[in-house]
Each structure stands twice: as C-alpha cells, then as structure tokens.
C-alpha cells in the first residue's frame, strides 16, 4: 500500500431465543485456527475474528484480499489534502499517518472541552472544523469511514486501551447500564446474546462475544462496504425491535466506551472483516 508500511436469564430467555432460532454448538464453536489464537485470544476474551469462518479470516488476513483495504488507501489521500479556509491538511499539523500509531485504541476518552466522551469520528471532525476551519464529514459518509480506518490501520497490532476511571467513570456506567438494559419488542439486552450465549447461533448466525473495540471501522459482507461500530449498534437495535439511536449519540459513545473497554488488551485489526 502507497505510503503504508505492512506491518435474559432463565427459562423465558431459553423459549425466546429457541424460537429465534438459537442452536448451541458446544466448546468447539470458534472458528480460528490454532495459530491465530494466541493473538485473537487474550485474557480469555475472544475477538469476534475467532467466530469468523476461514474463508472470512483469510480475506482479513490479507491486505490485497481485503476489501476494507481501499478505505485505507483513500484515508491515505485525504490525509495530505488540504481542505478549509485554513488550507491545512491532516498532514500539515501531524506529519505521517503512522506518527498517529497508538491513537485509534485510547478513544473515546473523556473530553474535557465538552465534559464527556469523544470518539475518533468526533474527534476527526474536531480537528476539521476547528484546526482546518473545514466542514465536518457526515458519520457513515466515505471520508469519514476512510479516515477512521486509516487511524485504525496504522494501530494494527496494538491492544485496546480505553481508561474507564476518573472523569470518564459516569459515562462508563451509563454504557453499561445500556448494555444490560432490556429493550425493544424482543426484551432482549446486548448481554443476552454476546456474554450469555456467544458460541451460538440465532438462525443464521453465530454469536460473539461482543468484542468489538478493535475491529471498526469493519467489512462486513452483508454490507458489501464498511461500517461503523454505531452503524452495527444501530443494527442489533433493530433486530431486537427497538428504536435506534443516531450514530454519535452520547448513548451510542456511552457504549461505545464499554464495549472497548471489554475489548481491552485485544488487538487493533481495522479493517476487519465479518460476516
């Protein structure tokens, strides 16, 4: 790549999801290979790239088999594009993508402008309508899934390391308490599937655990583009039956912070590839 070095507990839970379909497989359900589980696998915690078939990790593994790969080259180009009245450039302030290695994985962090968190799409934005004086991207647009990737990218490898303590610990919480929540017209919470039954499938798929904090931006095959991690909130949302919340939503960063923070210690893999 140009410029980018390679490098609901009890018996009311069992009929709901029995009749959505939940089947269980037993210890052997991941996917992942022996060799990769060791880098997959931290801590007991199991990136959803260990749910993935074969074939889905082969096209993560590879850079030239991986469609999310022309997200990154696109996030490449805009980096050295001077946009705004300022006529800056990502570049102009920060030099080299790879001078942001160690970035993607500490966010979102609390911000102590707007006394609460902050992503990467947001902060990406900060910087453009603050330091470039140009108009902010619009989440899910092409710019912003690009650069977001590009960030992520030249953290590959790291492990995730949101901070949960000190100012940040109320919105935490707040994560939590909406993971746990039960909503929708299912009653279902995002525990249900992805720390009470990964391993499993509900129909067609095969539940993770959840882990998401470094995967996204992610390929997803049902997508046939890249998406956001609040993209995929939005999402499960709507499988339970329940109104979603805008991407960049305080609750939707809330959860974001919680999902990472379960995440921790895992690698960056963006741009992942799932199902």
Not at 91 to 112: F, I, L, N, T
Not at 183 to 191: E, F, I, S, T, V
Request: aromatic share 10%; with cysteine.
């Amino acid at each position: 790549m140009p410029g980018i070095k390679h490098r609901m507990g009890g018996t009311a839970l069992s009929v709901l999801l029995a009749g959505a379909g939940l089947v269980a497989l037993g210890a052997g359900a991941a996917q992942a290979c022996e060799q990769c589980k060791g880098k997959y696998e931290v801590d007991g915690k199991k990136s959803g790239y260990l749910y993935s078939m074969p074939e889905t990790q082969a096209m993560q593994d590879d850079d030239f088999m991986n469609p999310g790969t022309f997200w990154v080259e696109k996030g490449e180009k805009l980096w050295a594009k001077a946009e705004g009245e300022a006529g800056k450039s990502c570049k102009s302030c920060h030099g080299e993508p790879e001078k942001m290695r160690g970035v993607y994985p500490v966010y979102p962090k609390y911000d102590p402008k707007t006394k609460k968190l902050i992503n990467i799409e947001q902060r990406i934005n900060r910087c453009r309508s603050e330091q470039m004086k140009a108009k902010p991207w619009k989440w899910e647009s092409e710019e912003l899934l690009a650069m977001t990737a590009l960030l992520g990218y030249v953290s590959r490898g790291l492990p995730v390391n949101v901070k949960v303590d000190g100012p940040a610990k109320p919105f935490f919480e707040k994560g939590k308490a909406f993971y746990f929540q039960r909503r929708g017209q299912l009653d279902m919470a995002c525990k249900h599937c992805h720390i009470d039954h990964p391993g499993q499938y509900i129909r067609a798929d095969l539940l993770s655990e959840g882990r998401a904090g470094g995967s996204f931006p992610t390929y997803r095959l049902k997508w046939q583009k890249l998406g956001s991690l609040h993209r995929r909130f939005k999402g499960c949302n709507k499988q339970v039956r329940a109104k979603p919340y805008k991407p960049g939503s305080d609750e939707y960063v809330n959860l974001e912070l919680f999902v990472k923070w379960r995440s921790n210690g895992l690698p960056v893999e963006v741009p992942a590839v799932r199902r």
